[in-house]
């Protein structure tokens, strides 16, 4: 209740005052005193009490004072009618009003805290599943970029092979790896996205030391010009498999060991006791890397030409033909794949 408002009370109780002494009509006492918003009490000229609801000493000499949580508006209105000098009015609304805001102020913190955590939650959330999609969006820029650089190395090769007119026996040889390359790449890229891979596949008995012996044939010149020397000890073994399958997952195994390898490096490649095995002295992998090496455009080192996803390819083929395949490596000593049919 603001100061006017209890102006405008006492001054209307005054007026009700003075009417009744002017007319010499008597005054219903207890009306002036039915209301629950506020107390009143009547004072005379010696400022005794003389009737009301409330007793709290009251400073005279101002019109309006601050008693503990309430405000008393003092009113000298009534001029001593009826004996009535001062009109004290305590307004009870104050603390109501101090509660009430200082309820709806906890509520307002209540709110700005819950929105708060519930924004951060948000922010949170967001961020977490937002990460893969843009960790995926990298390693798909990344991969086309590789793809455009492997595609580009042999295309390259082959244009300026041909650009003679009489090639020699190298030149023929150049432009033959790097055709297959091509042909590598573009078989890779279709399998991961177009083939439907168990999809009207001839599967058969394949005698996987006879494939491995015909496929050893095609990496002789790419491991020659490394200087790798490549030795083998293969049992006879047949596996029910589809033999395109077998190679890709054969190849990729192999292209790495001399990709990755040194210059006059080593590759073992052992098949017994139903194991392929396939060793290399190259840079290795290192061991906190190993556990993703398999996944899509996944690349365990920058040092050479590649877009991961050949290892990729390699794990779906051993998944669909249950077939266990096991890493180990050290870097700079080795790297050791196994095929446990």
Do not use: W
Request: charge should be neutral; hydrophobic fraction near 35%; charged fraction near 25%.
């Amino acid at each position: 209740m603001t100061k006017s408002d209890m102006q405008n009370i006492t001054s209307k109780l005054s007026s009700k005052i003075i009417s009744s002494h002017m007319t010499n009509t008597s005054l219903d006492t207890s009306k002036l005193l039915e209301t629950k918003e506020y107390k009143i009490s009547f004072y005379n000229e010696n400022k005794e009490k003389i009737f009301g609801n409330f007793d709290d000493n009251i400073d005279f000499s101002k019109d309006l004072i601050q008693h503990e949580e309430h405000f008393v508006f003092v009113d000298k209105s009534p001029l001593g009618h009826l004996g009535i000098s001062y009109i004290a009015i305590e307004e009870n609304l104050f603390s109501e009003k101090i509660n009430k805001l200082t309820i709806n102020i906890i509520f307002i913190f209540i709110f700005i805290f819950i929105y708060s955590v519930i924004s951060l939650i948000g922010f949170y959330l967001a961020k977490l599943f937002l990460k893969p999609i843009k960790n995926e969006r990298e390693r798909l820029n990344t991969f086309i970029k590789d793809t455009t650089h492997e595609l580009n190395t042999p295309i390259s090769a082959i244009l300026m092979s041909t650009e003679s007119t009489n090639l020699t026996p190298k030149q023929i040889e150049r432009v033959k790896l790097s055709a297959k390359r091509v042909s590598e790449i573009y078989k890779d890229l279709t399998y991961v996205f177009l083939e439907n891979h168990l999809h009207e596949k001839i599967i058969n008995e394949l005698s996987l030391n006879t494939v491995i012996n015909e496929q050893l044939k095609y990496f002789e010149p790419l491991a020659s010009k490394k200087r790798i020397t490549i030795t083998t000890n293969l049992e006879e073994f047949e596996y029910k498999i589809n033999e395109d399958d077998f190679i890709r997952v054969f190849n990729n195994l192999v292209s790495n060991s001399i990709k990755y390898n040194k210059i006059s490096g080593e590759i073992d490649i052992s098949l017994k006791n139903k194991t392929l095995t396939i060793k290399d002295t190259g840079i290795g992998i290192r061991e906190e890397k190993i556990k993703n090496i398999f996944d899509r455009y996944y690349r365990a080192t920058s040092e050479q030409g590649g877009f991961g996803i050949g290892l990729n390819i390699v794990s779906k083929i051993c998944k669909d033909y249950n077939i266990k395949i096991v890493a180990d490596s050290k870097l700079n000593e080795s790297t050791t794949f196994k095929l446990i049919f």
